[in-house]
């Protein structure tokens, strides 16, 4: 055996560094905005289930315990809760495969979204 290059002369990229195909780390900003609209999503979306255990629990026992009549956080404030919680958590489920503009783009949506229905429901 010779230790000579192969027989037909050397391969299409012999000598040249490899590369692996790797994600390439979005910046510090999207990273934290990331982060931003994982826990605005989260958060929604668990305040949406514990305003739908209150609609379905409060005004029965309220009424149980003859304290009156109680009519609970009301069916479009639980479903606003749910929908942006859901659709965020969708979002950054799916959002890793994206490109870094649409990434943005959908993280500012589920912020802004979360930050609507926050004000919607909980401000005067």
Do not use: F, N
């Amino acid at each position: 055996m010779t230790s000579g290059p192969p027989p037909g002369g050397t391969p299409p990229g012999a000598g040249e560094p490899r590369t692996i195909d790797r994600p390439v780390r979005p910046a510090r900003a999207v990273r934290v905005l990331d982060g931003l609209a994982r826990l605005l999503a989260a958060g929604i979306l668990v305040v949406g289930v514990g305003l739908i255990i209150a609609a379905l629990v409060a005004p029965p026992a309220v009424a149980a315990a003859g304290l009156g009549v109680a009519d609970g956080p009301g069916w479009s404030t639980v479903l606003a809760h749910l929908l942006v919680g859901v659709a965020g958590e969708a979002v950054v489920s799916l959002r890793r495969r994206w490109p870094t503009v649409i990434r943005v783009s959908a993280d500012l949506a589920v912020v802004l979204a979360a930050l609507v229905v926050i004000w919607w429901a909980w401000l005067p």
